[in-house]
């Protein structure tokens, strides 16, 4: 094929994305209003283990929701469904990022449990998208949601990463052409933007916190940064208590590493992959990114799971059963707050604070050198019974 021949495929390849994306913004106009949990009679808890560590954390996050939640089972308001063949195996031998029935058995849930899932590589020998970014686009999941506290160093980051927009919209939809010419595209729409945008707003009131920051490239990615930027800004006259700033996400980087300035930052709201690093970087400040819990939220579904990957090597090296069930934890916490189950939230987060701030008697390494993640969950089961524990503890925090 000659260059101009190229250049011809890659435009017919290129109108057939803008073609996808405009049937997203007409969807995005027409959206579901979001789904009020205190007015369903039964709601359906779909968990997946996923890949690697996955089924390990996933299970003793289960039992801990179980516990919790038993009394709710038995009346059958709350229904846990397995969903089964959401593993890498699947997916390779379906060729799709998720097989059809896995996809139907999500869409029959109203909120997933989901572990980490390993995504291929270009090169792995298979083509298949990122099971994560395809859930989240298939079942418009456009509000991940992770919080990040640190209180001894003044730390209470919540980031409304974008995610279904960006650099990921059409990851996997680049362009090779030939002599070593590669394209990816990345996507913003107002629509998708104000919604993210609106999500963390809110929050900043309902919070109490009042500040939102605003995070972008919008110096040099002008179009599709500069759109998100402008958003915020021109939707800051809506919430006139609400302090809002921006930064760029290079320097922002380094301030999460600066004690003087981390501590001003409180809600963030950013593009998909800026999201998706700097999550990383703060999930480390807190203890490590198996500490840190997400939560994937549209008007309809919501998934939540461990901000990281499923760490084939852990499993490789015979330590699955060492790995920090933290991060399924904390997803399940958000997991509850986003059912109405605001109390056993609660309880659950003052647990794992407790296990991992105070009480500390199960500390997890990921090595067998630490606790597994079944002697830690049962101790985090113990914890949320013990009244007289979370007595002192509040007395420590106050003091
Ligand atoms: C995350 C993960 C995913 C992402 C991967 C597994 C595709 O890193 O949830 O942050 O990049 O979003
Ligand atoms: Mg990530």
Same mark, same amino acid.
């Given at each position: 094929m000659n260059r101009?021949?190229?250049?011809?495929?890659?435009?017919?390849?290129f109108a057939r994305l803008l073609d996808e994306q405009y049937?997203?913004?007409?969807?995005? $106009?027409?959206?579901?209003?979001?789904?009020?949990?205190?007015?369903?009679?039964?709601? %359906?808890?779909?968990?997946?283990?996923?890949?690697?560590?996955?089924?390990?954390?996933?299970?003793?996050?289960?039992?801990?929701?179980?516990f919790l939640l038993a009394d709710e089972v038995k009346a !059958?308001?709350?229904? @846990?469904?397995? %969903?089964?063949?959401?593993? =890498?195996?699947?997916?390779?031998?379906?060729?799709?990022?998720?097989?059809?029935?896995p996809l139907e058995a999500l869409k029959m849930c109203d909120v997933i449990l989901k572990g980490p899932t390993t995504t291929? $590589?270009?090169?792995?020998?298979?083509?298949?998208?990122?099971?994560?970014?395809?859930?989240?686009?298939?079942?418009?999941?456009?509000?991940?949601?992770?919080?990040?506290?640190?209180?001894?160093?003044? %730390?209470?980051?919540?980031?409304?990463?974008? *995610?279904?927009?960006?650099?990921?919209?059409?990851?996997?939809?680049?362009?090779? =052409?030939?002599? !070593?010419?590669?394209?990816?595209?990345?996507?913003?729409?107002?629509?998708?933007?104000?919604?993210?945008?609106?999500?963390?707003?809110?929050?900043?009131?309902?919070?109490?916190? *009042?500040?939102?920051?605003?995070?972008?490239?919008?110096?040099?990615?002008?179009?599709?940064?500069? /759109? @998100?930027?402008?958003?915020?800004k021109q939707m800051a006259g809506e919430y006139p208590q609400?302090?809002?700033?921006?930064?760029?996400?290079? %320097? /922002?980087?380094a301030k999460l590493l600066d004690d003087k300035r981390r501590r001003d930052f409180k809600v963030v709201v950013l593009p998909n992959l800026y999201g998706d690093i700097i999550t990383d970087e703060a999930a480390e400040i807190q203890g490590g990114v198996g500490t840190a819990g997400s939560a994937n939220i549209g008007n309809r579904y919501a998934m939540f799971e461990a901000i990281h990957g499923s760490a084939p090597r852990m499993v490789e090296e015979g330590r699955a059963a060492y790995a920090d069930p933290s991060s399924m934890l904390r997803a399940c916490v958000m997991l509850l707050e986003h059912i109405g189950q605001i109390e056993k939230a609660a309880q659950l987060a003052m647990a794992l604070d407790i296990c991992t701030l105070y009480?500390?008697?199960?500390?997890?390494?990921?090595?067998?050198?630490?606790?597994?993640?079944?002697? @830690?969950?049962?101790?985090? /089961?113990?914890?949320?019974q013990d009244k007289e524990l979370a007595h002192r503890y509040a007395q420590y925090t106050q003091s």
């Open positions: 101009q021949e190229e250049i011809k495929q890659a435009q017919e390849h049937a997203r913004i007409d969807n995005m $106009r027409q959206a579901d209003r979001p789904v009020d949990y205190t007015m369903k009679e039964k709601i %359906i808890i779909g968990v997946g283990g996923g890949d690697g560590i996955g089924p390990y954390i996933t299970a003793w996050a289960k039992e801990v929701l179980d !059958g308001r709350i229904v @846990f469904r397995e %969903i089964e063949d959401l593993t =890498l195996e699947e997916r390779i031998k379906a060729g799709k990022a998720i097989p059809d029935g291929p $590589r270009a090169g792995d020998g298979v083509n298949v998208e990122s099971a994560n970014v395809a859930m989240r686009r298939e079942l418009d999941l456009f509000a991940n949601v992770r919080p990040v506290k640190v209180p001894q160093l003044g %730390i209470d980051w919540t980031f409304y990463r974008e *995610n279904t927009e960006g650099a990921y919209a059409v990851g996997s939809k680049g362009i090779e =052409l030939a002599d !070593g010419l590669g394209v990816d595209f990345t996507i913003t729409t107002q629509a998708g933007s104000e919604r993210i945008i609106r999500a963390a707003f809110d929050y900043a009131v309902r919070s109490g916190q *009042n500040r939102l920051t605003v995070v972008t490239k919008a110096n040099v990615i002008k179009t599709t940064d500069g /759109m @998100f930027l402008q958003t915020a609400v302090v809002l700033d921006d930064w760029y996400i290079d %320097i /922002m980087t009480d500390r008697q199960f500390v997890i390494t990921g090595r067998k050198d630490g606790s597994s993640a079944e002697a @830690f969950c049962k101790y985090v /089961m113990q914890v949320v």
